[in-house]
């Protein structure tokens, strides 16, 4: 299958000025159905369970955590860049859990034409975790966010 090359970010300075812009959020879906972004590009929640994490660089606890593995699927004739995907979750009470960095496994950073590609995202889970957990993912700065809503 031949890659198709993704653009080179352009380099910024602390200079530079940034247009705002709105973040659309799309309405929750439950936690095992799919979302769909756009025209091309869906997610699922495949997995969630518990796990021991080991925590390997600062800022990170080991001890319980939430695994969580989010596939996406691109069902457009290119390629999609998928390096700058981001997963958060947080619990009823809206407290956001920690991202483990160095227990997660991101998706690779480009998703071929009719390719569906899988990342592990683990979540120090705090005392006091409260049920359901609200997973919001986006693919990149110009896609919307997806929520999942559920009992992990």
């Keep these: 299958m031949p890659k198709t090359p993704v653009p080179a970010a352009t380099p910024g300075s602390i200079d530079s000025t940034v247009a705002a812009r709105t973040i659309r959020t799309l309405k929750p879906v ?45 069902t457009s004739k290119t390629s999609v860049a998928t390096g700058n995907v981001v997963v958060n979750v947080a619990d009823m ?21 009719g ?11 705090p005392a006091g975790f409260t049920n359901p957990v609200t997973v919001s993912v986006t693919y990149s700065a110009a896609s919307p966010v997806v929520l999942f809503v559920g009992t992990a």
């Design 30 to 74: 439950p936690l095992t159905a799919e979302a769909r972004f756009d025209r091309s590009v869906t997610a699922r929640v495949r997995a969630v369970s518990r796990v021991d994490a080991t925590g390997r660089i600062p800022g990170e606890v080991s001890g319980p955590a939430l695994s969580l593995t989010v596939a996406f699927t691109n």
């Design 115 to 125: 390719a569906t590609a899988s990342g592990v995202y683990v979540f120090h889970l």
């Design 93 to 113: 009470h809206k407290t956001p859990l920690v991202l483990l960095e160095t227990s997660s496994h991101r998706v690779r950073p480009t998703l071929g034409a």
